[in-house]
């Protein structure tokens, strides 16, 4: 799946691998939204910190999606338990 391309004529944006030791690009703004994609039950470290960080510098959860990627994992990475997560639909790829 491609969020540049689906997006780019809507919203700016920028993908981070979970594994990687990274801070928000830029000052928090009410139009942020952080999606977290995972497959597995394994999540890195460095994918939570950035979690925690994000949702420390907003009040509201509400910017923040969870999609899983695999439907036998529903439950998403612990930092970002707290939010039901949206089942990545396959079947719906394209424009």
């Not at 999606?35 to 950035?50: C, H, K, L």
């Not at 923040?64 to 695999?70: F, G, K, M, N, T």
């Amino acid at each position: 799946m491609d969020l540049r391309k689906a997006f780019a004529d809507y919203v700016k944006v920028r993908l981070i691998g979970a594994n990687a030791r990274a801070s928000w690009p830029g000052e928090p703004a009410w139009d942020d939204l952080l999606i977290v994609m995972y497959d597995n039950d394994e999540f890195p470290v460095a994918g939570g910190a950035f979690i925690e960080q994000y949702l420390k510098k907003r009040k509201s959860s509400a910017c923040l999606l969870p999609v899983a990627i695999d439907p036998s994992v529903r439950m998403p990475p612990k930092a970002a338990a707290a939010i039901k997560a949206l089942e990545y639909d396959r079947g719906a790829k394209g424009p």
